[in-house]
């Protein structure tokens, strides 16, 4: 599942939004290319976060929380930061997840 998950992940990132960021910025849309842009930076780091998780699967015994940013969906382990590093929200808005 992480495998698949990594995948999927590396694909937007890679190759979608990049072509949805370039359509919204021909067609002059700033919020479209906003969003779109910020996701892109979400789901490359999705993919960084699958990674570590499933090279670090046999040794993580660990249970701790994850938090996740409620403006653009940037996912962080352990503790938030204290703005997210994609859209700037605060950190304290951050959504903790078990």
Do not use: Q, W
């Not at 990049?18 to 892109?40: C, F, Q, V």
């Not at 999705?46 to 994850?66: C, Q, R, S, V, W």
């Amino acid at each position: 599942n992480l495998r698949e998950a990594i995948a999927g992940e590396t694909h937007e990132f890679k190759e979608m939004y990049p072509e949805m960021i370039a359509a919204a910025k021909a067609e002059g849309s700033k919020d479209g290319e906003r969003t779109l842009t910020y996701a892109n930076a979400v789901e490359e780091y999705h993919a960084k976060l699958y990674h570590d998780m499933l090279i670090e699967f046999d040794k993580k015994n660990d249970n701790y929380p994850y938090f996740v940013c409620p403006v653009c969906g940037m996912t962080v382990e352990k503790s938030a930061p204290e703005k997210c590093p994609v859209c700037g929200a605060l950190g304290e808005k951050f959504i903790r997840i078990e």
